[in-house]
């Protein structure tokens, strides 16, 4: 697939989440270090779980996945980092992705809307990234590999950037997103999604 995304959605039993399920986890999320929220439950449902995060101090990641051209304005201004590929991007502003320069000018447009900082994945091409801070954008490249299976390559992205926020908080967020980078580089060198890291005696000893 030559780094391409590919992308299947069964929502099967998150769609059961609600607001009662956050009552309950309320104490877990209000004391975690770093909340990640994805648009694969009930969307006002996972709003909520950013602004109980906010609410409490704890930095919030959000992927807009899969995305919604009428997303609510509050995720935005809710989400300490909000981190799309080029497809959630397209949908999310309207013009389409094909490179960094694209890329770009939409990270412009969801600073605009309220994001503190924005990272737009593009696959093959690493990331961009730019902040109210650091107006000026960001070119992460990724490795070259060879890639064999795409699936699931944002989300080993999000979460090994919500562990470097959560275990790593003093890295550079530029060092975060280079590892983080690797981390989707090598998930998606084999089949399926399933973490292998416990059993790759061949990793970079650096990634963590």
Not at 28 to 41: G, R
Not at 72 to 97: K, M, R, W
Not at 111 to 116: A, V
Not at 154 to 172: C, E, I, N, R, T
């Amino acid at each position: 697939s030559l780094g391409q995304n590919v992308i299947v959605i069964v929502p099967g039993a998150n769609l059961l989440l609600n607001f009662e399920d956050l009552k309950r986890a309320s104490d877990v999320i209000c004391k975690a270090k770093v909340v990640v929220c994805q648009l694969e439950i009930t969307p006002a449902v996972s709003l909520e779980a950013l602004k109980m995060a906010r609410a409490s101090g704890v930095k919030t990641l959000f992927n807009p996945a899969p995305a919604l051209a009428d997303l609510d304005p509050q995720f935005y201004t809710h989400s300490d980092i909000f981190c799309c590929n080029e497809t959630e991007a397209e949908i999310l502003t309207g013009v389409p992705v094909g490179n960094l320069e694209d890329a770009e000018k939409v990270g412009h447009m969801l600073l605009e809307r309220g994001c503190k900082l924005v990272i737009v994945t593009l696959g093959a091409e690493g990331c961009m990234m730019i902040s109210g801070e650091e107006p000026i954008p960001k070119h992460i490249p990724a490795g070259k590999v060879r890639a064999v299976d795409t699936t699931g390559a944002g989300d080993s992205f999000v979460g090994a950037l919500a562990f470097y926020l959560a275990y790593y908080p003093k890295l550079p967020m530029e060092e975060m997103i280079r590892k983080s980078n690797r981390v989707a580089s090598v998930s998606v060198q084999a089949s399926g999604t399933q973490s292998s890291y416990p059993y790759r005696k061949d990793l970079p000893q650096d990634l963590f």
